[in-house]
């Protein structure tokens, strides 16, 4: 089983990932986590470029989408093994969701897996804003409720569950694992 983790930024995805890891081990199954961007030569050139000041023009979000599609196209083969679930902190939802332009991020992601769970965290935009620390411009607020609304639109198209993220560690937590628990044949009415 393939599950991918979306949200915008400070969503708790990481924090969330380690939490329903532990749960499905302790229920009996094996877990591989992957998180993009990876650690490749491609993911480290990625934060490079993600720091820069022109980080969000169009020609660098183009170049961005091109380079997200090549470092997950590395790390294809290990999504195969079957013997594990798999659960990715972000996939080409991401690319969809950030780098818009949703025709060349669909060419560029052809050969992307795609999940048979999307777990989106959906958190409000204020929040993301004050957990990153990040910048309270308009261009940050409107360009993170685009994000935001991408993603909820994107969620139709996959078998998904979305989980109010605004909550505190724990609920999220719990809501999370009584979301997957049908899909891994676990009864969620014992989940604490
Ligand atoms: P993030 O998971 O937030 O990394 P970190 O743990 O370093 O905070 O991902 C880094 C940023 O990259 C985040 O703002 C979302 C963005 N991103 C895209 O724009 N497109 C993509 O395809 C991916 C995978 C990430």
Redesign the pocket.
Known sequence: MYIIFEGI?GAG??TQIGMLKEWIEANGFKVELQ???TDSEVGKL??EI?QHPDANTERV?RV??LL??A??LLIMDKLEDKSKIIIS????I??L???GDAEWIEILNRYAKKPDLLILLDLDVEKSVAR?SGEDTFENVEFLTGVKENYLNLAKNYTSEIIDANNGINKVSSDIKKAVAPYLGICPDCIP
């Open positions: 930024d995805k990481s998180v993009e961007p990625i934060r993600l979000q961005l989408g997200f599609a470092d997950r902190d972000r996939s080409f991401s690319s969701a950030y780098q990153t």
